[in-house]
C-alpha cells in the first residue's frame, strides 16, 4: 500500500510542476554562492543574471512532458496489485 500512494504522490508532484511551468516563462532564484557550490547541478540547469539570481528558463516542451509524465505514473500507481494480509 505504500508503494502505490508513493508512486502517486510523485506522479502529482510531477503534474503539478508541469502545469505550473505552462503558466510561467522563468522562474527567479535567489542562492548563496555557498548553495551553487554545494549543488554544481545548478550552473548547468540555470543561468545568473546581473542582480545575482540563477533562472530557471525551460524549453516549451517541458510542461507537456512533465504533464505526461506525472499522469503516467499515477495511472500506473492506480494499476499496482495490492497486498492484503
Known amino acids: 500500500m505504500v508503494i502505490r500512494s508513493t508512486f502517486f504522490t510523485l506522479g502529482m508532484f510531477v503534474l503539478l510542476w508541469g502545469a505550473i511551468f505552462f503558466c510561467v ?46 499522469s503516467l505514473t499515477m495511472l500506473y500507481s492506480l494499476r499496482l496489485r495490492n497486498k492484503q494480509a
Not at 548553495?35 to 548547468?44: E, H, K, R
Request: aromatic share 10%; charged share 15%; hydrophobic share 45%.
Open 25 to 70: 516563462d522563468r522562474v527567479l532564484i535567489h542562492a548563496s554562492a555557498t548553495a551553487v557550490d554545494q549543488f554544481p547541478l545548478w550552473s548547468v540547469i540555470s543561468t545568473r543574471t546581473a542582480e545575482n539570481y540563477h533562472e530557471l528558463s525551460p524549453p516549451n516542451w517541458v510542461p507537456y512532458v512533465l504533464m505526461c509524465l506525472g
